[in-house]
């Protein structure tokens, strides 16, 4: 089946960076997975189409034979993409590898289409903007969700998981808390103690480790699946989410723990590896002797 062929399909759809990802309105969710893998099949066609060589994803097809319909990659010259069918979405990442800072690959790299070299941007355009008008010609609809937890944590949070049927019927996903939160019997059935053992609860204040192992501060809420949404600032991009073991509580009536010291190293690591190949020999003296004071030894080798 082509995929110009009209399907009425109530949903929604949006956009992030490389990323397009589409949602289905379905009233019983045992029938999510079915209609969401027949919109994907529908788009992997107009790719198809237009050049691209999709096939099962080879990875999860010699590990994980099971759910390996669900899993394709495909690529059209230099351009990737990979297509995930879930019960509640499908989601088509698109990436490259000519221009990369990740080790691990483009398809890791944040600012995926800014790094896209002219060409390969325009031919992620190409694609998108065709695949997105196949979504509208099949009845879904567009939606713009907020970009960020500031200023308000709670509308991103439901932007997350509230579907348009959801919305269109005026009712949030989850059972809630007067707040707006989801409700304490929502988010029992998972961990919610953090690294010290206290319960975590919605709009607490937790501690945690940043990437470059900075201690900050934070507001957290969520809790769905162990993850929570932590505020530790009022710019665009001061969040992030946080497993229930990542958060600690820093009161000083327990004892002392280092709750970060691999990031920390990690964190130093890199810094030091950028004034090394930037020939900031200060700087990197500096650090060297930071990440011996921490009791790093490894980092002797490094310095």
Not at 74 to 99: N, T
Not at 134 to 149: D, F, K, L, N, Q
Request: net charge positive; with cysteine; charged share 30%.
């Amino acid at each position: 089946m082509i995929a110009n062929d009209i399907h009425l399909t109530h949903g929604s759809f949006k956009t992030y960076d490389t990323s397009l990802i589409a949602y289905i309105d379905i009233p019983h969710r045992d029938d999510g997975e079915k209609r969401h893998r027949e919109l994907a099949h529908r788009t992997i066609d107009l790719m198809r189409a237009n050049g691209f060589h999709i096939e099962p994803d080879p990875e999860v097809l010699r590990r994980h034979r099971c759910i390996s319909r669900n899993y394709f990659t495909g690529r059209r010259g230099d351009l990737k993409v990979r297509i995930e069918i879930c019960s509640m979405s499908v989601i088509a990442e698109f990436w490259q590898d000519l221009v990369v800072v990740n080790r691990n690959g483009g398809r890791y790299d944040f600012n995926k289409r800014a790094r896209m070299p002219y060409l390969l941007g325009k031919a992620f355009e190409h694609i998108s903007l065709k695949i997105l008008a196949s979504w509208e010609r099949e009845g879904m609809e567009r939606v713009e969700p907020p970009s960020s937890a500031n200023p308000d944590p709670l509308a991103y949070f439901n932007s997350t998981w509230n579907s348009t049927f959801d919305v269109r019927n005026g009712r949030n996903r989850f059972e809630r808390r007067e707040d707006g939160w989801p409700s304490d019997r929502e988010i029992d059935c998972w961990d919610r103690s953090d690294a010290d053992g206290n319960r975590l609860e919605q709009c607490a204040v937790r501690y945690f480790r940043t990437r470059n192992g900075c201690l900050a501060r934070a507001v957290v809420a969520g809790g769905i699946n162990s993850r929570w949404l932590a505020v530790y600032g009022p710019g665009s991009r001061d969040f992030t989410h946080l497993s229930h073991y990542e958060l600690f509580s820093f009161r000083p009536d327990l004892p002392r723990r280092d709750k970060g010291a691999s990031r920390r190293e990690c964190g130093l690591r890199r810094q030091l590896k950028k004034c090394l190949e930037a020939g900031e020999a200060a700087r990197a003296e500096s650090i060297s002797r930071l990440l011996l004071a921490e009791g790093f030894e490894a980092a002797a080798e490094a310095a």
